[in-house]
Each structure stands twice: as structure tokens, then as C-alpha cells.
């Protein structure tokens, strides 16, 4: 082999002589990621007993890291870009654990909340950082094949765990380890990236990243998200609402305009928004992930306030649902080349939008097997029938220089309606609770969440049929190289 030819095949991927190590990090990484997203979920109570939340304002430790890791994922895949893999990882494993470690100690709400949101400042920069890094140091064969299904396996346990995690640490280490579990796994992380992976050159050399579409992006979502919340104490007409929710358009208008006229690398163009496949796997995306977080918020908080469950086996009574979300995953792979992406879409999104009518039916005085654990498993299968395809949908006829951007898009999409779904759907609850807290006016305000969670998934069910286009399911020629693709992305 000359030796042009090395420095060509060189340059096809990041500089790395220890590829193993380097999917070491990664995996830990999306673990931690992963883990971060669900862990605290089983410790709110908790959490607002020992710090002093308001019930409404408890939903802010899911916003405050929802909105910056979505808001600001496309910020952090383009940085990666720009300035390399390894010091943006570097850079955004350090933020995490330093973040997580304050948040262990946090004397107050506001702390908290603050360090919440620096872990997903923390995520955005160093998840598309990972995924950037895997696809350099494995760009084809079998090793690539292997890798990203390390890669997604350590995605899935991560979520399916985290409940189970969190429990635990809650009930026999209390709530403060949910935030200090990360650190170690971010300490790790980092010495893997620092003795494994070698500086190369940037991957791209155009304009710096749109950093000020980023902020107002975030911001107006985060004003949107604090407007709808604070209803509890304004209403809806009120001057502050109304200054509130006007200051937060305006934000999101300014980022659109900015978006239009940047001399700088945009954060995403907006003339992707035409491709319908883009847009409604998109606003499906958004539905869902509303659901999905608002399920899970008021799920863990019936089991525990309501029927008194512990934190530990309420993380172990997760356990069916994240068991559906993989049994459901998989029957999408095997039902995927029979079926086109809109029909499982449609079929997953009515089957969770039942197991989420059915969860609606819960009582003061029910039991995990009655009220809980047959819904877990409907609306879980129906929840896994719709992850790949719904990934599929995002990239259909776009082109290969913006399929990450795509992908990023999606990511953004779930994070950011998880915090608007959690928003709008926890001010309900609250307002049917009322005043007065018992297990009862508890319980009415956690039903009405869930029954209202169905309708946002048949929402998404009506997009799924008037926006994405009828097409059917890939030709015997393709499956081969579309089974690698959905792992792949997965």
C-alpha cells in the first residue's frame, strides 16, 4: 500500500488505535445518557419532600433537562462538527459530571433545577459527539454492525434500567444518589475518550455553528414551558401569562428569522420542513414524546403517593413496561417487511393511545396488577412498534449531507414535546387535584393526565394518516441492507 493511500484511508475516519476502548466510551456514554432521561423519575417524590417542590413546580427537574438537551442537540452535532469529536466529548462528559455531582448536592429547588439543566447542556454536546466519534472509528463491514448494536443496546438497558436504578438508589442510598450515580460513569467515560481516542482534524471546516438560533430556541421554549406551568397561579388571561407566552413567540419567531438569515452554519434548513415525511415523523415524534413523559411522571407518582408503593418496587413494577418497549421494538423489525412504516405507525400509536385509556381507569383503592401492569404491557408493545419506524419515516428523501441533521431533528423533536406534553398535561392534573391532596383528588388528577395522554396519541395516529404519504413495505431486494440501517439508527 502506497503511502497516498494510507493517508486516504486515514482520512476516512477519526485517528484511533484503539477502537475498542473507544466503543467502551461510547457505550458508556449512551448509557448514561439514557439512564439520565428515566433515573430521576422514581425519586420526585422523594426529591420534593427533601427539598421543598411545589407540585407543579417538581415537573421543572424533568423540563429543566428536557429542554436544554433538545434545544440544544443540533448545536452540539454541528460543534462536534466543526471542532472535533474528541474535545466537544470531552468538553460536554466534564459539564455532565460536574453538573451531576452539583445536583447531588443541592440544597434548594432552584439548585437542582439549574444543575438538571447543565447535564443537558452537558448531553447535547457529548450524545451526537459519541454517535459522530462510533460512526469515524467504524465506518463499514461487520465490526461497524456490531458496534452500533452495542451502541443501541446500552441505549435501550439505559431507559429500562433507569427506573429500576433510581428506585433502588432512592429507597437504600436516598434521592441524592439518582444525580451522583453519573458521575463515576462520566469519570469513566472521559479517561476512556482522553486515553483512547486521538485529536484529528475537524470533519468540516464551513462557518461556526448558529449558536444565537440555539439560545433563542431554548429560551422560547423554556418561557413557552414556564408560561403554561405558572397557570397555576396566573390565568390564561392574565397580564403575566399573556407577557409571558407573547415574550416566548416572539423568542421562537426570532430564532425562525435568524434560522432564514444567518451568515453562519445554520442549525437546521428550514426548507426541510417541506419534505413531508420530515415534518410529520416529526410532529408524530413530538406527540408522543409528550405522552410518553407525562406516563411516566404520573405513573411513578400514583404508585407511590397513591397506593404507597416504595421507591424500589415501584422501579421493579417499571420492569413490564420496558420489557414491552423491547418486545414491541422487536416484533417492528419483524413486522417492517411486511407492513409500511405509516401502518405500524398507526397500529403502535392506537395500541398505546388503549394501554393510555386504560391507565385513565385507575382508583384510590386499585393494585399494580389490576390498574397498572396490564396497561404497562399494551401501551409499552404499541410504544416499541413505533421507534423504528418512526426513525425510518424522519430520513425518507433526504439527502445523505442532512440525513444527521434529520436524525438530530428527531432527537429534538421527542425532548422537546416531553417537556411541553409534561407541562400542559401536569398543569391539568393539578388544577383536577386542587387544593385539597389526598389519595383520592390525587388519583382523579393522575387519571385525567393519562386519559389526556390517549387523545395526544391519537393526535398522532391522525398525522401518521393525513401527513405521511401511503407507501408500502420495502422490496425483498432491500431487507438485507434495511435490517443493517434500522440497527444502525437505533
Not at 420534593?48 to 429542554?67: D, E, M, P, Q, R
Not at 410504544?383 to 424522519?394: D, E, H, I, W, Y
Request: a positive charge.
Amino acid at each position: 500500500m502506497t503511502s497516498r493511500q494510507s493517508a486516504g484511508r486515514s482520512a476516512l475516519a477519526e485517528p484511533d488505535a484503539r477502537p475498542g476502548l473507544t466503543l467502551a466510551a461510547v457505550a458508556v456514554v449512551q448509557f448514561m445518557v439514557s439512564l439520565d432521561l428515566s433515573v430521576v423519575n422514581v425519586g420526585l417524590p422523594q426529591i420534593a419532600a427533601g427539598l421543598g417542590f411545589s407540585a407543579v413546580g417538581l415537573t421543572w427537574v424533568i423540563h429543566a433537562y428536557a429542554l436544554t438537551f433538545g434545544g440544544l442537540l443540533l448545536l452540539g452535532g454541528k460543534a462536534a462538527d466543526r471542532y472535533g469529536r474528541k474535545p466537544v466529548l470531552l468538553l460536554g462528559l466534564a459539564l455532565f459530571g460536574l453538573a451531576s455531582l452539583a445536583g447531588g448536592f443541592a440544597q434548594e429547588p432552584g439548585q437542582l433545577v439549574a444543575a438538571r439543566a447543565a447535564q443537558g447542556i452537558g448531553a447535547a454536546a457529548l450524545a451526537p459527539a459519541a454517535l459522530a466519534l462510533l460512526t469515524t472509528t467504524f465506518p463499514a463491514g461487520k465490526e461497524r454492525v456490531r458496534a452500533f448494536g452495542i451502541w443501541s443496546a446500552t441505549n435501550a438497558a439505559g431507559g429500562a434500567l433507569g427506573v429500576l436504578i433510581g428506585g433502588l438508589l432512592t429507597e437504600y442510598a436516598g434521592w441524592r444518589w439518582v444525580m451522583f450515580v453519573s458521575v463515576p460513569m462520566a469519570a469513566c467515560a472521559l479517561a476512556l475518550t482522553w486515553r483512547a481516542v486521538t485529536a484529528g482534524p475537524p470533519a468540516v471546516r464551513a462557518a461556526r455553528p448558529d449558536a444565537l438560533g440555539a439560545v433563542l430556541a431554548t429560551a422560547g421554549m423554556m418561557l413557552l414551558v414556564f408560561g403554561i406551568v405558572r397557570t397555576d397561579r396566573y390565568a390564561w388571561t392574565s397580564p403575566v401569562t399573556v407577557a409571558t407566552l407573547a415574550v416566548a413567540a416572539a423568542l421562537l419567531a426570532a430564532f425562525i428569522l435568524v434560522e432564514r438569515t444567518t451568515a453562519r452554519e445554520p442549525l437546521i434548513r428550514l426548507g426541510l420542513f417541506t419534505n413531508r415525511s420530515v415534518a410529520g415523523a416529526n410532529a408524530y415524534n413530538l406527540l408522543v414524546g409528550a405522552a410518553m413523559a407525562a406516563a411516566f411522571y404520573f405513573a411513578s407518582l400514583y404508585l407511590q403517593r397513591v397506593l404507597g408503593t416504595g421507591p424500589a418496587l415501584t422501579g421493579v413494577e417499571f420492569l413490564p413496561f420496558a420489557l414491552g418497549v423491547v418486545a414491541g421494538s422487536v416484533l417492528a423489525v419483524k413486522l417492517g417487511y411486511r407492513l409500511a412504516p405509516r401502518t405500524l405507525l398507526v397500529i403502535g400509536g392506537l395500541l398505546t393511545a388503549a394501554g393510555f385509556a386504560w391507565f385513565g381507569l385507575i382508583s384510590p383503592d386499585g393494585a399494580f396488577v389490576t390498574d397498572v401492569l396490564g396497561p404497562s404491557i399494551v401501551a409499552s408493545v404499541g410504544f416499541g412498534l413505533c421507534l423504528g419506524p418512526v426513525v425510518s419515516t424522519a430520513t425518507v428523501g433526504v439527502a445523505a449531507h442532512e440525513s444527521g441533521t434529520a436524525s438530530g431533528l428527531l432527537n429534538s423533536s421527542r425532548q422537546i414535546g416531553a417537556s411541553l406534553g409534561l407541562a400542559a398535561l401536569g398543569t391539568v392534573a393539578h388544577n383536577r387535584t386542587g387544593r385539597a391532596v389526598t389519595p383520592g383528588s390525587l388519583n382523579d388528577g393522575y387519571a385525567l393526565g393519562l386519559s389526556l395522554g390517549a387523545v395526544l396519541l391519537l393526535g398522532a395516529v391522525l398525522i401518521a394518516l393525513t401527513v405521511l404519504r401511503r407507501t408500502g413495505p420495502p422490496a425483498r431486494a432491500e431487507r438485507p441492507d434495511d435490517r443493517v440501517s434500522l440497527s444502525v439508527r437505533d
